[in-house]
């Protein structure tokens, strides 16, 4: 009976804060044929660390700066944000606090120690 109650204590601590937190990612990129999505959040230490991915479509549009965007809901209890993105191949410093990475073994161990709270389905 003891463990039960001390499961069920614990269980209320984790969601005791947790609320849906809508999480977005904005980044300018060079043209229109660009988009960005959401692939993943992990709690990391006391971080929320979003994973994300640019790409550019085939095709063509405007040849002008554009901004992407993606955006996701997740529960979760307020936490600072850290942005990772994968595929900028553009050569200009980004306005975003983002940290632009060429694949995810760069931060695999990171991730493998925190908790995977959102993967994306496609």
Sequence with gaps: MKTLMA????????????EEKQIEVRLKVP??????????VHQVNRELWVVSTVSQSDGMGAQVISTVTATVK???????????VIGKTWHWKNEENYT???????????????????????
């Design 7 to 18: 499961l069920l204590l614990s269980l209320s601590a984790i969601t005791v804060g947790a």
């Design 31 to 40: 043209d229109a044929t660009w988009k960005i999505a959401v692939d993943s």
């Design 74 to 84: 997740i529960s979760v209890g307020d936490l600072p944000v850290k942005h990772f």
């Design 100 to 122: 632009f990475i060429k694949d995810l073994k760069q931060i695999e161990k990171d991730l493998a120690a925190g908790k995977a709270l959102y993967k994306s389905t496609k």
